[in-house]
């Protein structure tokens, strides 16, 4: 695999879990990393701010720099991009991270949820792109990658938490979409979700407990397949969905041990697979 050094990479939703870990395998390459989310303060039950994951990037050999953003703000995306490029002079990378996740049903969603996963999800995801491609275009090998799933139009994915699919696979829409409109403009856009469950705050807060995130793997499995993605050229990479582990596998890692929260035990298999 090559290397992230000297690339530029704005990453949503930085400042925890996935994200973070991406910032972080790209700082180990020597990437500048923009960790582009909204903790300013530390949250009583999610860790890291934005300024604690910059810490982390530059600790680990990167050049970082932690911006307030909410990404389903026009002017507040186009103010993070502005003082990325005068950071670091142009941007390389876009990683649309961030996410927001609700599994009630139908009657007992509230409507701001569903408007507050459909703008983070959909709308963010959209508007950082769109705001983003015009200095993508300028960058030698540039990629997009949305932390979403394939694209799976089965009922048992609706049924259960409709709202959340719909929010999801607008993310996923963007890369099916966005991927042959700019294919000829050499902008690799692509998706990657992972084949098990996370262990992130979401797992354990919402989703299933210790519990769930015993049977989970760690973020750096989703890091490692991001990195191989992004120093792919852009011209031969575009336009896929992508599982963490058939990446890794694809790059003749067979391993997977390592990734698990507690090895040996039977990994949960994530939404959507």
């Known amino acids: 695999m090559g290397d992230l050094k000297g690339k530029t990479l704005f990453i949503t939703g930085a400042s925890r879990g996935i994200g973070k870990a991406i910032g972080l395998r790209a700082a180990r390459d020597g990437a500048n990393v923009v960790i582009a989310a909204k ?5 009583p039950k999610l ?3 934005i300024y604690t994951a910059a810490a982390e990037m530059e600790a680990a050999g990167g050049r970082a720099l ?3 953003v909410d990404i389903r703000d026009e002017e507040s995306v186009k103010e993070a991009l502005r003082r990325t490029e005068e950071a670091f002079g142009g941007l390389d990378i876009l990683v649309n991270n961030a996410s927001a996740i ?7 969603l509230p409507v701001k949820k569903w408007d507050l996963m459909h703008g983070v999800n959909a709308r963010g995801t959209w508007l950082c792109s769109k705001l983003a491609l015009p200095r993508l275009l300028k960058a030698e090998n540039p990629h997009i ?4 799933p394939p694209l799976n139009l089965e009922a048992r994915w609706f049924a259960p938490h409709v709202a959340y699919t719909m929010a999801k696979f607008g993310m996923s829409l963007c890369v099916l ?19 098990t469950t996370i262990a992130t705050a979401a797992v354990m807060n919402l989703l299933g407990g210790q519990e769930l995130v015993d049977r989970s793997r760690t973020p750096e499995i989703v890091a490692d397949a991001a990195h191989a993605i992004l120093t792919k050229p852009s011209r031969q990479c575009t336009g896929n969905f992508f599982l963490d582990e058939e990446v ?9 041990e390592r990734y698990a929260v507690k090895p040996g035990v039977e ?4 939404f959507f697979i």
């Open 39 to 43: 903790t300013v303060e530390p949250h």
């Open 47 to 49: 860790p890291g701010t």
């Open 66 to 68: 932690a911006v307030a």
């Open 102 to 108: 609700d599994l009630r049903g139908t009657l007992e």
């Open 145 to 148: 990658l949305n932390i979403s």
């Open 177 to 195: 979409g966005m991927a042959e409109e700019f294919r000829e403009a050499g902008v690799a856009v692509n998706a990657l979700w992972p084949k």
């Open 248 to 256: 890794l596998r694809a790059e003749g890692i067979t391993d997977f």
């Open 267 to 270: 990994l949960m298999p994530d």
